[in-house]
């Protein structure tokens, strides 16, 4: 399959091979910089889930691939992570037409960052402990005892549209690296790229290990959670959707792992160093045009600072260029549709509607050579309360929520007052400081004078209902196993005077 900026249709890819929807049907990706239709896709129904599922069933059940020594795997994962460099340009012009994602961000940092994960977990591979052998026990008795680590099975992976690559692999990558099969559901805004990557996987992996069936989330995605031979379910998506997944999971009690929305607190303190601490909120909430589960939407600003804070951070909003996400030059790319700009416009007004401040922003923009796309100004409200709407839900796009305090415990308290739990940051010169509040900050990363920095080697997840269970690190290899013990008795005869002498009086 080649790039070409005419229209192309994508089939489904089960088993290595490219295929349509058991029904011919297709779906429409349109790039929401231009409005322009840019791929036709296989729209997946139920019976193709199912093919999916039984080739990647076939693959885990009858064929080497679980069995593989740790070396051979982390060699796979290597050559995966060449593939995926190689073919990094036509990867990043895919997720860019159809995510909105700029060019410079897929390129600079997302394609950079799939290359190490491969990297990172094969590495990790060849260190981890398949197997834990146990000292001989005094009780209950002598014997061998092992912790084996082994395969889930066939895992299913449903992804958003956000990060469409970036968020496939981090299911991929562990899945592969522990022996699993895998089947991935992407969004349907984004299939196009993590249908190229399953092609680019399945040049060394054996049919079967990767399969993607596109397809409505209401059809494809629910066939594949509540499929009898899919053993774990990876999902990430709004805590609307997990709440969904979780309950046709339980029907077939799945292990389930849920990474979900956020409405992440920024803190900056008093001693902050504002030259850097300002331009990198705005990083923390503006990049990707908002729309990044961990982006820093409540923005806490101490009394005596706020109106210089305010005024610099309209000034610096200001430069933020929109435009095509295809021009290396462009800064924010569009939001992802029609409706998502329409839903972000109607939290602007609400916000206006509240009593907060608008100060930036809060309009759709028309670029040029972009009118029909969906773009909307980086949008600052000050005066805003915690109990606001803007305050308490996940927006998904640029708009930024000042919220003044007067005492550090005041803005933590607030910080925390959430149904997320996903990230949280802290500006200041004093790390000490910096590390207590960090232990009082209920989220899965706080950063420290940084944001968006996500390393492969360590975990990514959210508390609260912002998810279950953890992404990347080791913790990702863990939660694409599960654990055997191997119990060997190794004097029976002692057992027999003792151990069967719970139920057997006579000796
Ligand atoms: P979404 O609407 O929840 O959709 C996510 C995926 O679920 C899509 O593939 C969607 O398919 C599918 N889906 C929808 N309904 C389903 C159902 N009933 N059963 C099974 N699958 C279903 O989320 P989104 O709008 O794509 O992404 C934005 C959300 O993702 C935000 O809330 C963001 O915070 C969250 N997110 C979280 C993280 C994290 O790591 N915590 C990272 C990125 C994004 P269709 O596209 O076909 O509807």
Not at 275 to 285: D, M, N, Q, T, Y
Not at 396 to 408: A, D, K, N, Q, T
């Amino acid at each position: 399959m080649t790039v070409q900026t005419d229209v192309q249709t994508f089939p489904l890819y089960i088993n290595g091979q490219w295929q349509p929807a058991s029904n011919n049907e297709t779906f429409d990706v349109i790039n929401p910089a231009t409005g322009q239709l840019v791929a036709k896709v296989a729209k997946g129904t139920a019976e193709d889930v199912n093919k999916a599922v039984h080739a990647a069933r076939e693959a885990f059940d009858n064929s080497d691939w679980r069995n593989m020594s740790p070396k051979e795997r982390a060699n796979i994962l290597y050559q995966i992570s060449y593939a995926i460099s190689e073919h990094a340009d036509e990867l990043a012009y895919l997720e860019a037409i159809s995510s909105g994602g700029t060019v410079r961000r897929i390129g600079g940092n997302d394609i950079l960052q799939m290359v190490d994960l491969f990297q990172t977990l094969a590495k990790f591979v060849l260190e981890y402990e398949f197997s834990e052998t146990l000292p001989s026990p005094p009780f209950p008795g002598p014997a061998h005892n092992f912790i084996w680590r082994e395969p889930i099975g066939v895992c299913a992976a449903i992804t958003p549209w956000n990060l469409p690559m970036v968020i496939a692999t981090w299911k991929i990558a562990p899945a592969l690296a522990m022996g699993n099969t895998i089947v991935v559901k992407p969004a349907s805004y984004t299939p196009l790229s993590t249908l190229k990557l399953a092609e680019i996987i399945s040049e060394v992996v054996p049919p079967g290990v990767i399969n993607v069936v596109t397809g409505s989330g209401a059809e494809a995605g629910e066939a594949l959670i509540k499929h009898p031979n899919v053993d774990k379910v990876a999902f990430t998506g709004s805590t609307e959707v997990g709440r969904r997944v979780m309950e046709l999971s339980a029907g077939t009690i799945k292990n389930t792992t849920l990474e979900l929305g956020g409405k992440s607190p920024n803190i900056i303190l008093e001693d902050a160093d504002l030259s850097i601490a300002l331009p990198g909120s705005l990083f923390g909430v503006f990049l990707h045009s908002g729309q990044l589960c961990e982006s820093g939407t409540r923005l806490f600003v101490p009394d005596q600072l706020h109106d210089v804070i305010v005024e610099q951070l309209v000034h610096l909003a200001s430069k933020i260029k929109p435009g095509n996400p295809l021009d290396p030059n462009t800064d924010v790319g569009p939001v992802i549709s029609k409706k998502q700009k329409e839903t972000i416009l109607s939290y602007i007004e609400a916000g206006k509607q509240e009593g907060a401040t608008l100060v930036c922003g809060g309009k759709e923009i028309k670029v040029p050579g972009c009118e029909d796309g969906h773009f909307i100004e980086p949008t600052i409200f000050t005066n805003v309360t915690n109990d606001m709407k803007i305050a308490r839900e996940e927006i998904f796009g640029p708009v930024l929520s000042v919220i003044r305090y007067s005492e550090v415990d005041e803005a933590i308290k607030m910080a925390n007052d959430s149904i997320y739990g996903l990230a949280a940051g802290v500006w200041t010169k004093d790390v000490n400081n910096a590390y207590d509040i960090a232990r009082k900050l209920q989220a899965g990363v706080v950063w420290i004078n940084d944001w968006h920095m996500l390393r492969n080697d360590a975990p990514f997840g959210g508390y609260k209902q912002s998810g279950i269970g953890r992404e990347m690190g080791k913790h990702s290899l863990d939660a694409y196993t599960q654990v055997k013990h191997v119990h060997t008795s190794m004097v029976p005869e002692l057992h027999r005077r003792n151990w069967y002498g719970l139920l057997f009086s006579e000796k």
